[in-house]
């Protein structure tokens, strides 16, 4: 009997393997919090109807309640309530080191913080219903606040600006590494003010709506009935299971506070190691540091973006020596150095790295780009992974050129024509990179989506050849033949950041498609034409299959033949690019 073969099954079960192995405690912890500030979000927009009336609020909490109640949402929610705070002890327990001295203990305070603060809240409300069907909505908790026990107001409100923070800071460790961040964070910012200003507005007019109905004895009848609010036994009950959870808590980030305590004896009663960094400087820290922490405890600049949570590989060292007696990579740090294509076993992370013996190593990324703490003012100058269009343009003839001139007057005219593609570059939207004798390398796509990067480049093409129209009218009468170029333009994942040594750091970018078009720009000469484009850039431009002739092409390093256009006056890309966005509008 044949056996049948399935090929799909097993990239399938790598892919879902390799993702497996990306999921750690921060991933949970991030998913978790993630619930958490959805839930506080829609709370927050719910006590932002109070500046409209009583009536929509009472309508938002309906809504709100309706879905956070439903079954499958309250597991998903208080299960997430339960790992996050477990994951925040566990995280006080297990943090030797801060990598920012302010930022993150601050978050970690704010979150252990949080249960304390909601402990007497939650249980009011939750168990108050659960257990004697109580029927606490706003009305009731309003007139707690702002009548009964006027003090508790200043509790809520602290909550509500604890929980927000401390949401916000999670928000931006996870964001601030994405590309359109930097973009975003002002509309953000606002956001995060917005908000819980107008759902402490919110509760403050609902709160004046409450005492002025306290006036009337109907509504005081209704509204404050034992069987919304409870009987004084059943209160005195909650209040007693309020303060029991809230000193279980205590007693519980106690013991983890002592067991810091005893871990840190253990640790060096169990011997110190040395870590050596290559550069002459030796630390001597306790067995179970990692080698980012060891770093931060001694002061010795570190690269890491990140903080230290296995989200990037900027803190990566190369082990000087035997890797043998190395700890194994965890799950994470394995996927992270599988991410950015390392199988060296010399090559580890240090934030995850925990050595039990003498280490020396060099550090991969250099700190002295970053701040005194480590951390880079912008992910892309240390290392990020994005899609960019490289556009190569090279001025033909300078050789001979330079053979019937003076110097000087030869470097006269290559810069004039490198100032010309720059200006059309800068003008497009895209940024001069590197300048190579009479060629440059420009980048498109690093503040704008991969559709608008294309268009840009083919714009930019257009108006080189525009900008060099005009200059070989200027120097008509110091020119034997006119100045001609060369323009290849390729788009594609990219690593974009500063290459160099200490005061020699240059912002450039690394890969495959940056390659291919240095040999685009190359093929204009056996082409006889002034750019080559791949078909990549033509179809996520947008523009037509049969605007420019295709031809199939041998690209030197790779495997595979590639399709590009070839344009032999790029004049008419502009026509192109415009043509296109009036049919698209």
Not at 189 to 208: D, E, F, H, K
Not at 261 to 290: D, H, W
Request: charged letters at 15%; glycine letters at 8%.
């Amino acid at each position: 009997m044949n056996h049948m073969t399935f090929p799909l099954a097993s990239p399938s079960r790598e892919h879902l393997q390799e993702m497996v192995r990306g999921v750690g405690l921060r991933q949970v912890r991030l998913v978790s919090g993630s619930i958490l500030f959805a839930y506080l979000l829609s709370h927050f927009v719910n006590h932002a109807l109070g500046n409209i009336s009583m009536e929509a609020l009472a309508t938002g909490v309906y809504y709100h309640t309706a879905f956070w109640r439903f079954l499958p949402v309250a597991i998903v929610f208080y299960g997430a309530c339960l790992v996050h705070t477990v994951l925040g002890i566990w995280a006080l327990y297990q943090r030797r080191q801060f990598s920012w001295k302010a930022i993150e203990p601050l978050q970690l305070v704010l979150g252990l913080s949080i249960p304390l603060l909601i402990v007497t809240h939650v249980v009011g409300i939750r168990l108050g219903q659960a257990l004697y069907g109580h029927e606490k909505l706003y009305p009731q908790e309003l007139y707690l606040f702002f009548i009964a026990s006027p003090h508790r107001i200043w509790t809520m409100l602290a909550v509500l600006v604890i929980a927000w923070v401390h949401g916000c800071i999670g928000l931006y460790f996870w964001l601030r590494m994405r590309s359109f961040f930097k973009r975003a964070a002002p509309f953000l910012l606002a956001v995060a003010v917005l908000i819980p200003t107008l759902a402490m507005l919110g509760v403050y007019q609902g709160g004046r709506t409450t005492m002025s109905d306290y006036e009337d004895a109907d509504w005081r009848h209704e509204a404050l009935s034992a069987e919304k609010l409870g009987t004084v036994a059943q209160q005195t009950t909650l209040e007693r299971v309020a303060s029991g959870i809230t000193i279980g808590y205590l007693g519980l980030l106690g013991l983890v506070v002592v067991a810091r305590g005893a871990r840190t004896l253990l640790e060096r009663r169990g011997g110190m190691i040395a870590l050596s960094y290559g550069n002459g400087r030796t630390v001597r820290v306790p067995k179970g540091l990692s080698v980012l922490e060891a770093s931060l405890r001694n002061n010795v600049p570190h690269a890491s973006v990140c903080g230290g949570r296995a989200r990037c590989s900027t803190c990566r060292i190369r082990i000087i020596g035997d890797t043998a007696s190395l700890p194994e990579p965890s799950p994470r740090e394995a996927f992270v150095l599988h991410r950015v294509g390392s199988a060296d076993p010399s090559i580890r992370l240090a934030c995850q790295l925990r050595p039990n013996a003498d280490l020396s190593f060099f550090q991969l990324f250099l700190p002295h780009t970053m701040s005194a703490t480590g951390h880079a003012g912008s992910p892309a100058r240390i290392g990020q992974e994005r899609y960019l269009v490289s556009m190569f343009v090279d001025m033909r003839g300078s050789t001979r050129l330079a053979e019937k001139r003076l110097p000087f007057d030869t470097v006269f005219i290559v810069n004039r024509f490198l100032g010309a593609v720059s200006q059309a570059v800068l003008e497009c939207g895209g940024r001069p990179n590197q300048f190579v004798g009479d060629g440059m390398l420009a980048l498109f796509g690093l503040a704008t989506n991969r559709h608008e990067a294309c268009r840009q480049a083919l714009r930019a093409a257009a108006m080189i050849a525009a900008n060099v129209d005009e200059l070989n009218q200027f120097l008509s009468h110091d020119l034997h033949e006119p100045i001609r170029f060369g323009i290849g333009i390729h788009g594609g994942e990219v690593i974009v950041g500063d290459i160099g040594y200490r005061d020699h750091m240059v912002f450039t970018a690394l890969g495959d498609a940056v390659n291919v078009a240095a040999r685009l720009q190359d093929m204009t000469k056996s082409l006889a034409c002034e750019a080559v484009i791949s078909d990549e850039v033509r179809a996520t431009a947008g523009l037509a299959d049969d605007a420019l002739p295709a031809q199939e092409v041998a690209i030197r390093g790779r495997n595979e033949p590639m399709i590009v256009r070839t344009v032999e006056a790029t004049r008419v890309l502009s026509a192109l690019v415009n043509d296109e966005h009036a049919v698209a509008a």
